[in-house]
């Protein structure tokens, strides 16, 4: 069965940039999302890549995939304590949320 | 504008007991996704409904868990003599069309089972 793998934590300072890894291993996946759980709140998406493309930036956000690998990471720039949170890959179809499959999350700590 | 409402956020069973966890969609929302997180586990898909009808429950164990979405009222997901195995968190997401791209979770339920 399909298999999405996290570290469970990173720890960073204020200011430098965050990378968050992922590793899957369903080679037919056609998107790959990253979600980011606030304390206290839902999972909320953050961003997708389409399974064709290698990089996807947005503000301070940068998605990169090595389809040969199965890696996915995400990159914050310029981490703010706001950035504090769980953050959780995922892949699938786009349409299909039964066909979601999640990583363990990341628990990333900023500090100050 | 509420998200989507799941409630209790933590709940407590003794080994045997009934656990009902309560999901509201988003408003207009219709297509609900129960997810379960067991420790150091990533979410693993349990359930798909709509209204009134189970569109797919493979990732439901077999035995003792159902689901239901009621014309009126939350989602519900029910799980009958509870064991400690089942001490995980749940959680529920709609969307307005059934695209996973469009997901949004609640904030989660907790069930311990002592």
């Known amino acids: 069965g399909e298999d999405v793998e996290q570290s469970l934590f990173l720890s960073v300072r204020e200011g430098d940039s965050s990378v968050i890894n992922c590793t899957y291993t369903?080679?037919?996946?056609?998107?790959l999302y990253w979600y980011k759980q606030e304390p206290g709140a839902g999972l909320q998406l953050l961003t997708y890549i389409f399974s064709n493309m290698d990089m996807k930036q947005d503000q301070r956000l940068t998605v990169l995939l090595n389809k040969k690998d199965k890696h996915l990471s995400l990159r914050i720039a310029d981490t703010q304590t706001g950035d504090s949170a769980i953050y959780f890959c995922?892949?699938?179809?786009?349409?299909?949320?039964?066909?979601?499959?999640f990583g363990t999350g990341t628990r990333l700590t900023v500090i100050p | 504008n509420a998200g989507v409402m799941q409630n209790p956020r933590h709940l407590v069973r003794r080994r045997g007991q009934e656990a009902r966890l309560r999901c509201s969609p988003m408003k207009g929302h219709s297509h609900v996704y129960w997810y379960r997180q067991l420790p150091e586990e990533g979410l693993k898909f349990m359930v798909y409904?709509?209204?009134?009808?189970?569109?797919?429950e493979s990732g439901m164990p077999k035995e003792r868990f159902s689901a239901e979405f009621p014309k009126e009222g939350p989602s519900i997901l029910r799980i009958q003599q509870v064991v400690r195995g089942d001490s995980a968190a749940y959680f529920c997401?709609?969307?307005?069309?059934?695209?996973?791209?469009?997901?949004?979770f609640g904030e989660g339920s907790r069930l311990t089972v002592l």
């Open positions: 409904l709509q209204k009134e009808n189970i569109i797919d």
């Open positions: 997401a709609s969307s307005l069309t059934g695209g996973a791209g469009e997901l949004f």
């Open positions: 369903d080679s037919s996946s056609t998107y």
């Open positions: 995922a892949e699938g179809p786009l349409a299909g949320a039964n066909n979601l499959f």
